[in-house]
């Protein structure tokens, strides 16, 4: 992974060339590693949470967020026996984490398809964005979820939000939208 330009004989220099501008663009994360996250990152759940549900277009308070139900119930009680969660940290420091949830056809979360479906969240620390640690997670967690069973996962993302093209190239396709967002499904 990364850009080590290696010597690959029997492709040539081209391909090797080939090799080095593809692999430029995988995450290069030699020092991030993902844990799967237990009890203990509640807190840090709960504040990637904010910056998730706070979109720069229409900025709320950390205390409004907070005490909105809508927000709350992504991490409230975690973990449930049925969530599945993991945690990308730089040494010990967690540094971004992606989870998924169930919800109840009572409880209206954005990205809500079937109660079936468990919906993703993913968030990473605004000074670690940018260099790979979101598609490591999103890898992960979808690892763990297969691993546990599930079958597919949903998601909601706001029209403007560059996270849109990561989901798209994990695979998620959109199943409806409205002006300002988008909800999308993967098969895992
Ligand atoms: C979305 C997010 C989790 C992606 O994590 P990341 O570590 O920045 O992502 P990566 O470096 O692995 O890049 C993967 C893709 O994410 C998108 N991305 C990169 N930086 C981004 C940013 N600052 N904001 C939104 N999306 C971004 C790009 O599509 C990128 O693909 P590219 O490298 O081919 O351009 C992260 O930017 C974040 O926490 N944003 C704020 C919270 C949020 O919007 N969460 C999703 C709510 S639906």
Same mark, same amino acid.
């Given at each position: 992974m990364g850009t080590h330009i290696r010597a690959i004989p029997e492709i040539g220099s081209g391909a090797a060339l080939l090799l080095v501008r593809t692999t430029a663009r995988l995450p290069t994360m030699a020092d991030v590693t993902i844990r799967p996250a237990t009890a203990d990152d509640l807190p840090f759940l709960l504040e990637t949470m904010v910056e998730i549900a706070n979109s720069p277009y229409y900025r709320r308070?950390?205390?409004?967020?907070? #005490?909105? *139900?809508?927000?709350?119930?992504?991490?409230?009680?975690? =973990?449930? *026996?049925?969530?599945?969660?993991?945690? #990308?940290?730089?040494?010990?420091? =967690?540094v971004g984490v992606a989870w998924v949830r169930f919800f109840g056809e009572d409880e209206r979360s954005d990205g809500f398809v079937s109660e079936d479906i468990p919906e993703l969240a993913v968030g990473v620390d605004a000074a670690e964005r940018g260099k790979g640690a979101g598609r490591l997670l999103m890898t992960a967690v979808h690892d763990a979820a297969r691993a546990a069973g599930i079958r597919r996962t949903s998601l909601s993302v706001d029209r403007p939000n560059r996270a849109a093209e990561m989901y798209l190239a994990q695979g998620y396709q959109e199943v409806r939208s409205t002006e300002n967002s988008r909800v999308m499904v993967l098969e895992l």
């Open positions: 308070t950390r205390e409004d967020l907070l #005490a909105d *139900p809508r927000v709350r119930h992504y991490v409230e009680g975690w =973990p449930r *026996p049925s969530d599945v969660g993991v945690i #990308a940290v730089r040494g010990e420091r =967690p």
